[in-house]
C-alpha cells in the first residue's frame, strides 16, 4: 500500500528500522543507496529516499549502472522529501549534491555521506560512485541488523 506521494506505508512500520537517504534530485545517489541497501537488508529494515528538488526522473546513466549489477531501479520516480518522512527514520543519511544548503533534514540528526553527483559523469566514474555507495550501504545495513 502507498500513500500518494507513492511511498510504501511500511514506512510507518516502528517494528521495522527505516532508513532516509536524501539528495538534492533523489535521480542517482539516494536511488542506488535506497536499492543497495533494500537488497542488502533483506526485509529486516527498510530504505527509502527523497530529494529536497527531486527531478522529473531518474539519471538513466545511474539505472544503466545499476542493470549491471542486476539491480532495476528505472521504475522508480524521485520523490520530494517531507516532514512525515523525516519523522519515521530511524536513520537520516544525506549526501553529496550540496544538499546541506537545502536540506530540512537538520531538523533531525543526520549523517553525510560525501560521494560525487553521478549527473552528467560517464559510466566510468558512475561505476565508482556505485561501488562507493554500495560499500558504505553494506557497513550501515551491518550495523543496523
Given amino acids: 500500500m502507498q500513500d500518494e506521494q507513492g511511498v510504501s506505508l511500511r514506512l510507518f512500520d516502528l517494528a521495522m528500522k527505516t532508513v532516509l537517504f536524501i539528495c538534492a534530485q533523489n535521480s542517482g545517489l539516494s536511488q542506488m543507496a535506497e536499492a ?19 527531478a522529473a526522473q531518474v539519471n538513466s546513466t545511474v539505472v544503466a ?8 531501479i528505472g521504475d522508480q520516480k524521485p520523490k520530494p522529501l ?3 518522512m523525516l519523522g519515521s527514520a530511524d536513520r537520516v543519511l ?6 546541506a544548503e537545502a536540506c530540512p533534514a537538520s531538523f533531525v540528526p543526520t549523517e553525510y ?8 559523469k560517464p559510466m566510468e566514474k558512475v561505476r ?7 560499500a558504505k550501504a553494506d557497513e550501515l545495513a551491518r550495523t543496523l541488523l
Avoid: H, Y
Avoid at 544525506?94 to 544538499?99: F, P
Avoid at 565508482?128 to 554500495?134: L, Q
Fill in 36 to 54: 543497495f541497501f533494500n537488497q542488502l537488508a533483506k526485509g529486516k529494515a527498510m530504505a527509502i529516499s527523497a530529494g529536497t528538488q527531486p
Fill in 65 to 72: 549502472a545499476m542493470r549491471e549489477v542486476g539491480m532495476e
Fill in 82 to 84: 517531507t516532514l512525515e
Fill in 94 to 99: 544525506t549526501m553529496g549534491c550540496n544538499v
Fill in 113 to 120: 555521506w560525501e560521494l560525487d553527483d553521478p549527473e552528467g
Fill in 128 to 134: 565508482r560512485i556505485r561501488g562507493e555507495i554500495e
